[in-house]
């Protein structure tokens, strides 16, 4: 089954502890974005990645990182969290872009505490 | 830089009664447009898409959507909704690819 894999789906942690969220998709996907979703702002891209090892930054990028080593896996990183990352946060994948869709994972939501 | 507005934040509509979900984008040139439909504790679905042609862009659910470039519209229909159909509804432009804000559809029965 085609799928975006996020993991871990729900995050309790303290402000400062270092902390990745996981994200693979089976497709063969060239483009994979993070965004985050927060009430009465919709979704906001985070970063993006065209390719492997080719990363840019989104609307929000301050506090976080990305990788992509490998084509399938595009990991967040929340170096030193705070609380104002607590949201929800979702992976997507897409064939190409821009004029495919996007297939998004299922949602990780992080608190902060 | 391309903005999406979706007019109202939230829609109630009663069980089987058509419903219109509006979504405005600030580009003039060339466009991909999307709608995405998010159930509870679930990612985001695509409900359609235009890429170029007819400007009537059938969907999955029984949902359409019209594209309108002189009004940079593309508003989201259908002429009966279900109980199941309450969710949320995403409008996005693309390149570069930019979300509304989100409309929450709810239906009473």
């Known amino acids: 089954e085609a799928q975006v894999t996020q993991n871990p789906r729900y995050l309790i942690t303290v402000t400062g502890k270092k902390l990745t969220v996981t994200c693979s998709q089976n497709?063969?996907?060239?483009?994979m974005s993070w965004y985050r979703q927060d009430p009465g702002l919709g979704l906001r891209q985070i970063y993006y990645?065209?390719?492997?090892?080719?990363?840019d930054k989104g609307d929000v990028p301050e506090g976080y990182k990305v990788s992509r080593k490998e084509k399938r896996n595009f990991p967040l990183i929340l170096e030193s969290p705070s609380p104002n990352q607590t949201s929800l946060y979702f992976c997507?994948?897409?064939?190409?872009?821009?004029?495919?869709?996007?297939?998004f994972g299922d949602g990780t939501r992080l608190s902060i505490l | 830089a391309q903005s999406v507005t979706q007019l109202d934040s939230q829609v109630p509509v009663f069980e089987e009664a058509p419903v219109e979900l509006r979504c405005n984008y600030s580009?003039?040139?060339?466009?991909?447009l999307f709608w995405y439909v998010q159930y509870p504790n679930q990612g985001l679905q695509l409900l359609l898409k235009?890429?170029?042609?007819?400007?009537l862009v059938k969907g999955i659910n029984g949902f359409e959507a019209e594209f309108n470039k002189s009004q940079t519209s593309f508003h989201l229909r259908k002429p009966s909704v279900h109980i199941s159909d309450t969710a949320e509804y995403f409008c996005?432009?693309?390149?570069?690819?930019?979300f509304g804000k989100g409309t929450r559809l709810s239906v009473i029965a």
């Open positions: 580009s003039s040139v060339s466009v991909y």
């Open positions: 990645s065209m390719n492997v090892e080719v990363t």
């Open positions: 996005a432009v693309a390149p570069p690819l930019v």
């Open positions: 235009y890429l170029s042609g007819s400007t």
């Open positions: 997507a994948s897409s064939k190409d872009f821009p004029h495919q869709p996007q297939h």
């Open positions: 497709m063969n996907h060239e483009y």
